[in-house]
């Protein structure tokens, strides 16, 4: 078991993430705080990774097409097996092997991001630690090299800066019943010109500025 405590930021969480693949490790890297999670590694690659901030393999598998009796079973309990069900539910025709592939790939970039690329608004790292156990990883589960993992959540996090509202936004409810109208700006100049069509779209802007 290794413990890490000097300069606990996620850029150093990584930084101990690509030493461990670099050197082909295999074992659980724990990481201590909000959000906090674990890293399987299986031979310096990603088999498997989990997060407080991100939905699990057991809650996705939950949002799939409504399941067997068995499989409802097996989901219900707080302590659901991940290799249990992903067997069951590739075993039962609820996933394919290159869906769960698929899916376990989105859980791993999801768990990186909030474990290992910094966020608008820092995020605690209480601690983080690795041990050295032999992999009990589900043969059926991919195993993922680092690069390609970092570099898609990188990518990630890129879009959810651009289009993602702020850490500090708060949700405004409103009513989707309403009436609506998206105006191109060709549209919008349009409306203020001449001629038949022009006077449609006063009309709809009039409407539009009634609804506000």
Not at 34 to 62: C, H, T
Not at 133 to 140: E, G
Request: net charge negative; proline share 7%; charged share 25%.
């Amino acid at each position: 078991m290794v413990a890490v405590h000097d300069e606990l930021t996620r850029p150093r969480v990584l930084a101990v993430v690509e030493e461990l693949a670099a050197n082909g490790a295999t074992g659980v890297l724990e990481v201590m705080g909000d959000p906090s999670g674990a890293l399987y590694l299986d031979g310096g690659r990603i088999a498997f990774a989990e997060a407080s901030w991100v939905p699990g393999l057991v809650d996705r598998v939950r949002g799939l097409r409504p399941a067997s009796a068995e499989l409802q079973e097996l989901l219900a309990g707080w302590d659901a097996d991940d290799a249990a069900v992903a067997a069951l539910a590739v075993e039962r025709g609820y996933l394919t092997p290159t869906g769960l592939h698929e899916l376990i790939r989105s859980i791993v970039i999801d768990a990186f991001l909030v474990l290992l690329i910094p966020l608008p608004e820092n995020s605690r790292v209480a601690d983080i630690r690795f041990t050295s156990v032999r992999s009990n990883a589900n043969s059926m589960f991919p195993r993922l090299d680092i690069p390609s993992v970092r570099l898609a959540a990188l990518s990630r996090a890129d879009r959810m800066a651009k289009y993602g509202p702020a850490p500090a936004t708060v949700p405004a409810p409103d009513d989707l019943r309403r009436p609506a109208a998206v105006l191109t700006r060709e549209q919008w100049h349009r409306g203020h010109g001449h001629g038949p069509r022009a006077e449609i779209l006063r009309q709809v802007l009039d409407a539009l500025r009634q609804l506000s």
